[in-house]
Nanobody, 114 residues
Framework: QVQLVESGGGSVQPGQSLRLSCAAS????????MGWYRQAPGKQREWIAT???????NYADSVKGRFTISRDNDKNMIDLQMNSLKPEDTAVYYC????????WGQGTQVTVSS
């Protein structure tokens, strides 16, 4: 069954870090680039980071310099290291194929608050 499972979210204070993980079925990884997305309360889901099958990365301006996306092609997993978190990073975080998305997983909640 093709699926995506995100994990690693939590509640942290501003300036702290979190590392998210996404386990994806092999068929998703074979689609090439993978991405992380997030959806804040009352807002549309937005793209924040992409990693190609070869490891090239791209980031939204809002997270550039603070977040790092990585992938393990042997384990079919992608991670998102989030540093210097801000309250505006509060959202549910999702992963998916960047250009051939499937049904979204449940996501993982990240809350940044003092």
């Amino acid at each position: 069954q093709v699926q995506l499972v995100e994990s690693g979210g939590g509640s942290v204070q501003p300036g702290q870090s979190l590392r998210l993980s996404c386990a994806a079925s092999g068929s998703i990884f074979r689609r090439g680039s993978m991405g992380w997305y997030r959806q804040a309360p009352g807002k549309q889901r937005e793209w924040i980071a992409t990693i190609s099958s070869g490891g090239m990365t791209n980031y939204a301006d809002s997270v550039k310099g603070r977040f790092t996306i990585s992938r393990d092609n042997d384990k079919n997993m992608i991670d998102l290291q989030m540093n210097s978190l801000k309250p505006e990073d509060t959202a549910v975080y999702y992963c998916n194929s960047r250009y051939y998305p499937i049904a979204w997983g449940q996501g993982t909640q990240v809350t940044v608050s003092s």
